[in-house]
């Protein structure tokens, strides 16, 4: 059973950096894609990044490219989101998922964590 634990979130001002982190369990870590989702509030749950199983290949939603990275340690098994000037905007539950895919589009994530909240303020 596939379990995924978020961490990291928290309240920061606009311009602000936070770091989410992701600590997975359930099954061979190694094997598959990575990914971080949001959802604001009265809002569909989007994407915002993927890493593939081996790291070597990272996809990003327009809104935030350039402005954050993911990040995998497969010896840990956690994925990581760093995420730079932050915007008001960016104010949203994120969760990390996987997928059952080394390389997966945005919606072949289906195991999902509880969430963590990050809030931007302006």
């Known amino acids: 059973q596939v379990q995924l634990v978020e961490s990291g979130g928290g309240l920061v001002q606009a311009g602000g950096s936070l770091r989410l982190s992701c600590a997975a369990s359930?099954?061979?870590?190694?094997?598959?894609?990575m990914g971080w989702l949001r959802q604001a509030p009265g809002k569909e749950r989007e994407f915002v990044a993927a890493i593939n199983w081996n790291g070597d290949r990272t996809y990003y939603a327009d809104s935030v490219k350039g402005r954050f990275t993911i990040s995998r340690n497969n010896a840990g098994n956690t994925v990581a989101l760093q995420m730079n000037s932050l915007k008001p905007e960016d104010t949203a539950v994120y969760y990390c998922?996987?997928?059952?895919?080394?390389?997966?589009?945005?919606?072949?994530?289906?195991?999902w964590g509880q969430g963590t909240q990050v809030t931007v303020s302006s």
């Open positions: 359930g099954r061979t870590f190694d094997r598959y894609a």
């Open positions: 998922a996987t997928a059952d895919y080394q390389t997966a589009a945005p919606q072949e994530f289906v195991y």
